[in-house]
């Protein structure tokens, strides 16, 4: 891991006058930055304060959840962050860690830029068009090329799961779709972090994907997301 990515925090020193310029060092260029804080009995809270704090930089708002988990032997599906919302992706978003897992669970990073441009490269792929929704909210829909260009050319994407439906696959079957872009973005790792009590884990979505390894045992997370349009229980 990066060092440079990786900030060890004292919340009791100036948390906004550290913080904020980690986080505009890291989050545009190496899309992740990796907030480490001492563990205590009110980890939830410290965590919600620095959210708070780094929210001035990265939304208008935020929602957040706390995520209860005993195993799975299952990869949660490659995704980009809040891809089934149904006027934007969300911009950034970040995981606590309350308590770890007993083994596994490591959250994954790919590198959307260079996962477009390995899409781009081949003939017809950045042709197809998924629509995206969600068993929560199956009304709203929304459909995404592979590649799209905000400002640079970036992955917009789900593995393959029953709220994907594929609109438009060229010259390639379902399959086929999946499995050359799930082997290009795996191809596109950036970190794989190991979950420890206290880490932060801030992700600039725009330009990354991300997904979940197996685990066991319980865990719980904390998840915020700034500027979710389906979740805003904090403005500024
Ligand atoms: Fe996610």
Redesign the pocket.
Known sequence: MLMSNVLFLDTKASVKSTLLPFLSANLPTEGWALVKIEPSVKIESDMLVICTLAGTDLGENFGYHTLDATGSNDI?AL?T?GISNDSRIIPY?ALGCIKPSSSGGETRLFDGRKAAAAIDAIPGLNDVIIEYSALANPQARIRYPLVVTEGERVVRYRSKVETNFIIKSGKFSEDEVYQHVDAIIQSCLLVSHKWEAGDLLFVNNLITL?D?LPFTGHRRMLRVRYDDTLNARIRY
Do not use: A, V, Y
Request: neutral net charge; without cysteine.
């Open positions: 949660l995704h962050e978003f991300h979940r």
